[in-house]
């Protein structure tokens, strides 16, 4: 279902992504993929990259430019799961922060991304007889 989206500053995204970031640093799992892909002083730049990333994903701001997709296929390591654990750390972190209409809003965006890097990821036709499903477009 379309729901129509709450309004959002960009103090709030970079509220968000900031402790997020802050937590997956800290995340047993997640942590060493980052670690491999992002040199400590390089942590300044990637944070500015997913402010830009997040202001166009609920601003429709045009700033980031990139492609998620591919610099996900150079990482080292990763795998389905993690995407689990991703979301729920996201998902937590927007809760504590923000009102559950906001909160729902980014959780949802984050799913709806995280599905279709899972796709290009990890979908090879034919080997797991996955069934697409048509979603909702976003
Ligand atoms: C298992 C889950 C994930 C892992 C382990 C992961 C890991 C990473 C790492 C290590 C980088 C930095 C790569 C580099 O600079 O070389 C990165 C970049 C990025 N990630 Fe993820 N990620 C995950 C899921 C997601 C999801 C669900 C989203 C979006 C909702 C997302 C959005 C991005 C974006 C936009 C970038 C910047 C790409 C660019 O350089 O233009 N990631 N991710």
Do not use: C
Request: glycine fraction near 4%; proline fraction near 7%; avoid cysteine.
């Amino acid at each position: 279902m379309m729901r129509a989206m709450p309004s959002v500053t960009e103090s709030q995204i970079v509220t968000l992504v900031d402790a997020f970031y802050a937590k997956v640093r800290r995340d047993e799992v997640l942590a060493p993929i980052f670690e491999r892909a992002i040199a400590p002083d390089a942590w300044p730049v990637h944070l500015a990259k997913m402010h830009d990333f997040w202001s166009s994903v609920m601003l429709t701001s045009g700033r980031y430019k990139g492609n998620p997709l591919a610099v996900h296929m150079r990482l080292d390591g990763i795998e389905p799961s993690m995407f689990v654990r991703w979301l729920a750390l996201f998902r937590a972190t927007a809760e504590e922060l923000f009102p559950s209409e906001l909160a729902a809003s980014f959780r949802d965006k984050s799913e709806r991304i995280a599905e279709s890097l899972k796709l290009g990821l990890f979908y090879r036709p034919g080997l797991h007889g996955l069934k697409i499903v048509p979603q909702n477009p976003t």
